[in-house]
């Protein structure tokens, strides 16, 4: 962190990863190899990547070398790893992605069990919609339940701005998620400014799928005059279902408005009016 009287220097990125990208199966500097497939094909990489970039090569990586004495040796074994069941192709994309935290996927190196081993915050939203994309319905499971774990910290990340609306309504439709409602509206405004720079169309247009999903009459009246002020300049929100949410307000019940909007997802903050929704939302 920089102090107050220094400055962050940012370099860039992309050449960054270009330049990890050239050590990817690079036996120069390589001080571990891997034999992979019936075809025998040697993978060679860096252990000090492997290991900080994934638990499952860090467990294997630090075991002691065959026929040592001490089976507590914290000399890493130097390889050959005889890896005769993975295929070559999708051994490789996983390499590629542990050096340049990208790679390029098809049905057919999509590797369902190490993008569940190396999850992160920062690329939880890339499975997510890579398993939506392929269809795979574990996978998406498990994203989804890693994201109702850390929900706060997946919304400010850049994979989080970067979901398709489809997508993203999916993530939105859970009670789970660790996150107030408050700050999902917000998550949601950003993300639907990305989207529409990207796609270059409205922002309500293109925010009209996951705005449905937003729990508005869990929010205070001062939060939803708040929110009515922002909404003025963006008109993210329809106004129906702001009206909808003061509806709920005023009627002391969720009247008019879904059940599944009135009901309190995990991380919540209680307001007072919410014990008014609660046999709505049963």
């Known amino acids: 962190m920089a102090g107050p ?20 199966n690079n036996p120069q500097f390589s001080d571990v190899m891997f034999v992979v497939g019936r075809e025998q094909q040697k993978v060679f990489a860096h252990r000090c990547v492997l290991a900080c970039r994934c638990q499952a090569f860090r467990g294997m990586l630090s075991q002691a070398p065959v026929g040592s004495q001490d089976s507590s040796s914290s000399v890493p074994p130097q390889g050959p790893f005889i890896l005769g069941n993975v295929q070559p192709e ?6 590629e992605f542990l050096y340049t935290n990208s790679v ?24 997510l919609q890579a398993a939506v994309t392929y269809g795979q ?22 994979g989080f ?18 996150v ?22 409205p922002v309500p247009e293109v925010a009209a799928l996951p705005v449905r999903e937003l729990r508005l009459p869990l929010l205070a009246p001062s939060e939803l005059v ?21 509806r ?17 997802r995990r991380g919540t903050r209680p307001r007072d009016h919410h014990r008014h929704l609660e046999p709505h939302a049963k």
């Open 248 to 264: 709920a307000h005023t009627l002391r019940k969720g009247s008019g408005v879904p059940s599944r909007l009135c009901r309190p």
């Open 180 to 201: 107030d409602e408050l700050d999902l509206v917000q998550a949601v405004r950003e993300w639907a400014h990305v989207s529409s720079a990207v796609l270059e169309r």
């Open 226 to 246: 708040t929110l009515e002020s922002y909404n003025q300049q963006d008109l993210l929100i329809p106004v129906e279902n702001i009206a909808a949410a003061w």
């Open 90 to 95: 999708v051994f490789l994309a996983v390499i």
């Open 137 to 158: 319905v574990d996978l998406q499971q498990h994203c989804l339940a890693f994201i109702e774990g850390c929900t706060a910290a997946v919304v400010r990340t850049q």
């Open 104 to 127: 390029t996927l098809n049905s057919h190196i999509l590797c369902v069990k190490f993008i569940k081993d190396t999850l992160s915050v920062e690329q939880v939203c890339e499975a």
């Open 5 to 24: 009287c220094s400055a962050r220097l940012q370099g860039d990125v992309a050449a960054f990863t270009a330049a990890l990208r050239t050590l990817v």
């Open 161 to 178: 701005r970067e979901l398709s609306d489809v997508v993203l309504a999916r993530v939105l439709r859970s009670d789970r998620l660790a």
